[in-house]
């Protein structure tokens, strides 16, 4: 009888023991944040970063997978239809794909609100509106007078149709009282390389795909999207000081399929957090104009969430911008 009872307090232990045991496991295998853009965008410097910091800490592979196409849709796609199991995740540039897609898509391949849930904010990246360095252009105000004296003469470039990039350009425009044309892309970089060879006249996209093009005077600055001027681009003004109300913002957030475990959303959170807040993240970042977030809990990026889809669905509708 003894020897039963201590078989049976011995099996006990290792019973409640096993869920702890399973949970310390995590990672087990290879995680995959799926990046919706062509590699060389903010979005994938940022996850590739953290997925590299996190790979290395957790000594389990965490890899970054570029599936573009449709403006980021492709990519999350995949995530949306992945197991909630902690090992698929989305890294979403605000508004993009969360926010003004389900405001402009009738037919997006997944469900904002019932296939996604936040798990942590990565970063905020200051936009920048830029043309090439032997533009005739050299501030906003000219740039904009061009742009009466031909309209619809010249051009600008995005990452894509309901683009933060997109919808940035068309909110300045309509608000200058101008008219360009729209030229999509599938991402930043091959937008910004075609503004480079003149294919293009104008481009706002994150800072981090222009400022090293800015600094070697290929690309010119011509404002922030911001309410205030970026460090990293001394005496580049503010839109808004030419266009009264104007600001566009971008942030990076990282999410993936809803009914995920807490215990991960919670490791993946503090985590990211802990990456973002590291000396060696504000020396690669802080350098290009990209703020690095904060530790922030789950019910705060969704509130922040809701906030940017009320205040982006009014400019949707002062600029009668729609999808072709």
Not at 21 to 33: G, K, L, M
Not at 90 to 118: M, Q, R, S
Not at 134 to 144: C, E, F, G, R, Y
Not at 199 to 204: A, G, L, P
Request: charged fraction near 15%; proline fraction near 8%.
């Amino acid at each position: 009888m003894k020897r039963f009872c201590m078989a049976l307090l011995g099996a006990c232990l290792l019973g409640a023991l096993a869920p702890a045991a399973a949970q310390e496991a995590y990672p087990s295998r290879t995680v995959r944040i799926v990046d919706g853009f062509p590699a060389g965008g903010s979005t994938d410097a940022l996850a590739r970063f953290i997925a590299t910091r996190l790979g290395d800490q957790w000594g389990s592979p965490v890899i970054v997978e570029n599936r573009s196409g449709a403006s980021g849709q492709i990519g999350a796609a995949s995530v949306a239809r992945s197991e909630p199991d902690g090992y698929n995740f989305f890294v979403a540039p605000n508004p993009d794909i969360l926010i003004t897609g389900p405001l402009l898509y009738k037919d997006l391949p997944y469900n904002v609100e019932e296939d996604f849930i936040p798990v942590a904010v990565i970063a905020d990246v200051p936009l920048v509106l830029t043309v090439r360095g032997s533009h005739p252009a050299k501030t906003a105000q000219q740039l904009i007078e061009l742009a009466k004296a031909s309209p619809g003469k010249l051009t600008y470039g995005s990452a894509g149709q309901g683009t933060v990039h997109h919808l940035s350009a068309a909110m300045f425009t309509s608000l200058a009282g101008i008219d360009m044309l729209h030229v999509p892309y599938k991402g930043t970089a091959p937008a910004v390389q075609d503004l480079l060879g003149g294919h293009v006249d104008v481009v706002i996209s994150p800072i981090t795909a222009v400022l090293p093009h800015i600094q070697q005077g290929t690309l010119r600055a011509l404002g922030v999207a911001a309410s205030q001027p970026v460090n990293s681009l001394p005496g580049v003004p503010a839109l808004s000081e030419v266009v009264p109300g104007y600001e566009g913002t971008l942030w990076i957030s990282l999410i993936g399929p809803k009914g995920m475990p807490e215990a991960i959303m919670q490791r993946w959170n503090k985590a990211v957090a802990e990456v973002m807040a590291s000396p060696a993240a504000h020396e690669t970042f802080v350098s290009q104009g990209i703020v690095p977030a904060k530790a922030t809990p789950l019910a705060e990026i969704q509130a922040r969430m809701s906030a940017d889809s009320e205040r982006w669905a009014k400019v949707i509708r002062d600029a009668n911008i729609t999808i072709q």
